[in-house]
């Protein structure tokens, strides 16, 4: 199956694997190897290019502990939690909500999809076992009490112990909190995008598939702030025009079925309540599209039941192995945070822009960056009957490298040549590595298999005309070029 070989692929490569792994497995947690770490940071680099540079964002880098007061405003301490259900029988911790939605998935019952978000406690345990529902575990169908389970993970600062802390679960609460201060130091004006990317803690009651759910992930968030009374002003980036034109994939609250749509319809309609948001919401598309994602495998979902703080919430959702998941949450968020933060802390964190005094409203977009990067590459693997080897069609602005640069064979002549090369490529600030290890067909298959686009090889046509072949990973085909033009 296509999942086992990704599976077995990211293994073998070391992409990421079980953290802390020689003292037992604890879920959750995954490090990095040296091609995972490079995949992750050019696909933060491609979310600062997108977003940050498009939007003429602030980024800023806040702590990842903060006070309990903090989240006590956010509404994290009461509000930030999963039901929780444990298996009678092998007493295997589980999510009741997402054992609903599974057993609903496989019936393809969106409907009843959409009512568990609105179900308690209770409700929740009785459709349990009116489906009879088998534990993921054991098999068995024997579940205790639905309870309500915090996320946060609590520590204590200080040696003393006195002061209580947690973990951020979210980005976001930092830029909230250094909201005033960084408009003021940096003599900001509304409408203003603060950008934020960073290590967020869940204390997940059933982390699994992957890096899809984990216990340590990243995320990348951009927070808009704006006076709800001025429609006119925009942010930095592409114009109205562009943005109402642009045509997205949507699947609206109570519809089964997807359907493309203008973001200026859905302004039109009041279906999303803002330009902010209409902005946003192209950007995203165009970021589904440069990750890899093709039209048909991901989709903006409407979500049914928007939290309190919430007017409008759109997810993107993306088709892999799995099933469809969540990589985003777009939401308008009105001023619920500065207002819950001003509230408890006392101060008045309403800012001067064009000489009126404005709480900003604000519309968040929060992306994970581990889930995304297991649905990139589950969308890009090739299986590659065809060569003999499974493959990743990565675009080139992810890929671990540009080049791998090989000597034919272990020829001193040819290694000086290619290590040559090499260097040049790296003084140019590519992404190159070089090898010499194995037949040239296995440092092909190496290559195809991380996902780099071209592989250069020198063989002894070069030391005499400077010229090389550069092989393209996605159709296999050699070209010759000279030295000079690789670039
Ligand atoms: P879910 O409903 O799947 O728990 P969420 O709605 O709580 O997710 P958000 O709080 O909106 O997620 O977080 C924004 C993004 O952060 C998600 O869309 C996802 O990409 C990522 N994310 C959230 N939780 C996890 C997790 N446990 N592991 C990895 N990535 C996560």
Redesign the pocket.
């Known amino acids: 199956m296509k999942i086992d070989d990704l599976l077995t692929l990211i293994k073998r490569r070391g992409f990421y694997f079980q953290a802390f792994n020689i003292y037992g497995e604890v879920g959750?947690f995954y490090d990095y190897g040296p091609i995972g770490v490079r995949i992750k940071n050019n696909l933060i680099a491609l979310w600062r290019r997108t977003f940050v540079e498009q939007l003429g964002a602030y980024e800023v880098d806040t702590t990842t502990i903060m006070p309990e007061p903090v989240f006590k405003a956010s509404g994290h301490l009461t509000s930030f939690t999963?039901p929780l259900v444990t298996c009678a029988s092998c007493k295997t911790p589980h999510r009741a909500d997402k054992l609903l939605e599974e057993f609903y998935s496989k019936k393809g019952d969106a409907q009843s999809i959409g009512k568990i978000e609105k179900m308690n406690n209770g409700e929740l345990e009785r459709e349990l076992k009116a489906n009879k529902i088998k534990c993921p575990t054991c098999g068995k169908s024997e579940f205790g009490k639905v309870e309500t389970f915090n996320l946060l993970f609590k520590t204590a600062m200080g040696p003393t112990g006195a002061v209580p802390g947690y973990l951020r679960?979210?980005t976001p609460q930092g830029i909230f909190v250094d909201f005033k201060h960084l408009f003021t130091v940096n003599s900001m004006k509304l409408p203003v995008a603060i950008a934020q990317t960073g290590k967020v803690y869940?204390n997940?009651i059933s982390?699994r598939q992957q890096?899809?759910?984990?216990?340590e992930?990243s995320?990348m968030d951009v927070e808009v702030f704006f006076d709800p009374e001025d429609e006119k002003s925009g942010l930095e980036g592409p114009g109205m025009k562009e943005v109402e034109e642009g045509e997205i994939p949507v699947l609206l609250k109570g519809s089964k079925e997807e359907e493309m749509v203008a973001i200026g319809d859905l302004l039109k309609k009041r279906v999303i309540p803002n330009r902010h948001f209409a902005l946003l919401l192209y950007l995203e598309n165009g970021f589904a599209l440069a990750l890899g994602f093709k039209k048909g495998n991901y989709r903006f979902r409407q979500v049914e039941v928007t939290p309190h703080y919430s007017r409008c919430n759109f997810?993107?959702e993306v088709k892999t192995s799995y099933d469809y998941?969540?990589?985003?949450?777009l939401a308008y968020r009105t001023d619920y945070d500065l207002s819950s933060h001003a509230k408890q802390s006392g101060k008045d964190l309403s800012v001067t822009s064009d000489e009126k005094k404005v709480l900003p409203h604000v519309v968040e977009l929060?992306?994970?960056?581990?889930?995304?990067l297991f649905a990139i590459l589950d969308a890009v693997f090739e299986e590659g009957k065809d060569r003999g080897w499974s493959w990743l069609r990565l675009n080139e602005s992810l890929a671990p490298y540009r080049y791998g640069v090989f000597p034919l064979q272990k020829d001193d002549k040819l290694v000086d040549k290619a290590k040559a090369l090499y260097r040049k490529l790296v003084s140019m600030h590519v992404p190159v590595y070089y090898s010499e290890a194995g037949s040239i067909g296995k440092r092909y298959a190496k290559a195809d298999e991380i996902g780099v686009p071209y592989c250069i090889t020198i063989d002894y046509d070069t030391l005499t005309d400077d010229t090389v072949t550069i092989r393209n990973r996605d159709d296999a085909k050699q070209v010759r070029k000279s030295v000079s033009e690789v670039s």
């Open positions: 959750g999963d679960p979210e869940r997940e982390p890096t899809i759910r984990m216990r992930f995320q997810d993107l998941i969540e990589l985003s949450g929060s992306i994970g960056v581990d889930r995304p």
